[in-house]
């Protein structure tokens, strides 16, 4: 089978991570993937932060956790990386192409045996005034909006299984 077609069906979204962090190689091939999604006209509108230090990190997770409405839990599950999806919000195509920035950094991360996981809540927290004092804190403007939030790391254990495919997942017409 093709390597591709088969990172494709073996990816899984693993929700327990090695403290170890992620080597730069991997980090830098992972984002190089994000970079070459495609985008409603070439417009480039996504934005990919990457967040390593613990504080950040505990921060996002926290306000990931109070915007689900479990606080105290930890929605990044431990992962020591995350990759922020931004997009331009005025851009016409800016949650499809954030969304399919998301899917390369995951289909990269597996391709190198690095687990992710897509956190939703992006959107709401950015919608928040500590969202958007984040995003001057990064020198980005207010006109992105949260896409999802990809965390990387090693797999603690093995992946899940993978659920059957449902009948009439395609139809010829």
Known sequence: MNETLKTIRTRRSIRKYKAE???D???NAILEAGT???TGMGAQSPVMVVVQDKETLEL????????????GTDPFYGAPT???VLADGEKVNW???GSLVMGNLMLAAASLGVGSCWINRAK???DLPEGKALLKKWGLPETLWGVGTCILGYAEGEAPNPKPRKEGYVVRV
């Open 36 to 38: 070459w999604a495609p």
């Open 124 to 126: 709401e927290y950015f």
């Open 95 to 97: 949650l499809q192409d």
């Open 82 to 84: 995350a990759v922020v």
């Open 21 to 23: 962090q992620i080597s």
């Open 60 to 71: 996002l997770s926290a306000a990931n956790a109070e915007i689900q409405g479990r606080p």
């Open 25 to 27: 190689m991997e980090l």
